[in-house]
C-alpha cells in the first residue's frame, strides 16, 4: 500500500491491519468502521501522529465485515462497549506491550483509554 493521507474503510475491522496504519503519514487519518466484538459497530478516525496512533470514536455504525480483517486471532482480548467507546489510542505490540489502559487486544495491535500524552 503506497503512503497515504487519508484512508477511507468501507467495511468493519476487529482492528485495521498493520499495513493500512503504517501506509499512513504523519499527519494521516483513517476513518474505519470497528467492529471489535459482535454487538458493537463504531466508526473510528485514527490520526498518525509523531508519537503513535490516537482515536477518536464518533458515532455508532454497523458494515457488513472485511474480508480478511474481520476475523479475531487466537490471542484477542475484545473490549465491552464502555471500553470501546472509552478508546483513545491504539499501539503497535512489537513497539509496546498492552498495559494496564488496553481496551482492546488484538495480536499486532492494542487499542488503550488513555491518550497518546497521558490523559
Known sequence: MPDADVVYVNA????PPLHWLMA???????????RPAHDIGIALLVRRTTSGFEVEPMMPTWFIPCTGASDAPPDHKPPDRNAAWATRS?????EQAPDATATA???EVW????RLDGR
Not at 12 to 15: A, D, E, K, N, R
Not at 90 to 94: I, Y
Not at 111 to 114: C, D, G, L
Open 12 to 15: 468493519g475491522v476487529i482492528s
Open 24 to 34: 499512513l503519514r504523519p499527519g494521516g487519518r483513517m476513518f474505519v468502521p470497528w
Open 90 to 94: 491504539l499501539h503497535l505490540s512489537a
Open 105 to 107: 487486544v488484538y495480536g
Open 111 to 114: 487499542f488503550a483509554s488513555e
